[in-house]
Structure formats: structure tokens, C-alpha cells
């Protein structure tokens, strides 16, 4: 957020998507800023479009490792464009993550993933889709979600 901030993109940010609607598609790090807060080096404001914050995993030593790393499977908890041709028997792709967010609306929560808990993999709002793993190191999954929203036009239905 400094660095937006250092950059006054926020603003620019706010104005493109979400006055004038333009798709956006957040990764990883791009998903995270979209809640209102962060716990990660300390608490810290995000841009608020969604009603969420970030967590970071909790797991005793002997459990799962930190950061989640490596390919897992998304759980799809709504039909939605950027997951059409997508692998038919399971929907792989990779994460690098020690925080995840935590929504407080479930309808914004496009997929989930299971690591040791369920948590939100992908979330969603009008012109809006962010991920926390990373389509661009997850393959033919990946490259097909990347392609679904290059031709993703979400005004058509406003």
C-alpha cells in the first residue's frame, strides 16, 4: 500500500475500476490489497473493495509448513467465466503464500482451497477477479484462466 500510496496510484486505481469499470484481475499480492486489512509486517489498511482481511497461516511446527507452496486444488464455489475450459478432473495450480485472505461475505468467494483449512484461493465482484495462487506458473490451467480474462467482458451483463 506504501508504495501505491508513494505512486498516488490509489486513487487512479479506485477511478479506472471501480467508477469506470474496467476488469481488473489481481494476483497473489494483488488479491491481498483488495481487503481492508492486512496482519502481514504488522496491521496495515488495504484499498477496502472487499470486506476481508489478511491472515496469516497458523500451524504448529509439527503440522503443515509455511509458506504454502506447490501445486493444490481449488474448490470453484461459483460458476464464473475465467473458470470455463478449465481441467476437467481436478483444478490445479500453484501457490507461494504465508497470509490468505479471510472474507466476511461469502459471495464474494469465487474458489477455495484446502491446506490444512479452507480458505479463499479466488475472489470476485463485478469487474472484479483476483487470485492467491499464481496462473502464470500453473500451466495449462493457468494460461487458460489468463486467457478467460483476456476475453472476459463483465460490462455486458451491468
Known sequence: MKNLERRNLIDM???????????????????????????????????GWF???VVRFKFRETE?????????????????????NLGKEHFSFYFVHSYY?????TESIAASCDYGIKFTAA??????????????????NGIQLLENFINWNPNKYA
Not at 509448513?65 to 481449488?74: L, Q, Y
Open 13 to 47: 486505481l479506485n477511478y479506472q475500476v471501480i467508477q469506470k469499470r474496467k476488469p481488473f484481475l489481481g494476483i497473489c499480492l494483488g488479491l491481498q490489497l483488495l481487503a481492508n486489512t492486512s496482519e502481514e509486517h504488522g496491521l496495515h489498511k488495504g484499498l
Open 51 to 53: 470486506d476481508a482481511e
Open 101 to 105: 485472505i479471510s472474507c466476511n461475505k
Open 64 to 84: 503443515l509448513k509455511v509458506p504454502h507452496m506447490g501445486w493444490n486444488d481449488i474448490i470453484p464455489e461459483v460458476e464464473h467465466p475465467l473458470f470455463e
Open 123 to 140: 475472489i470476485f465482484r463485478d469487474n472484479i477477479f483476483a487470485t492467491q495462487f499464481h496462473p502464470e506458473k500453473s500451466q495449462d
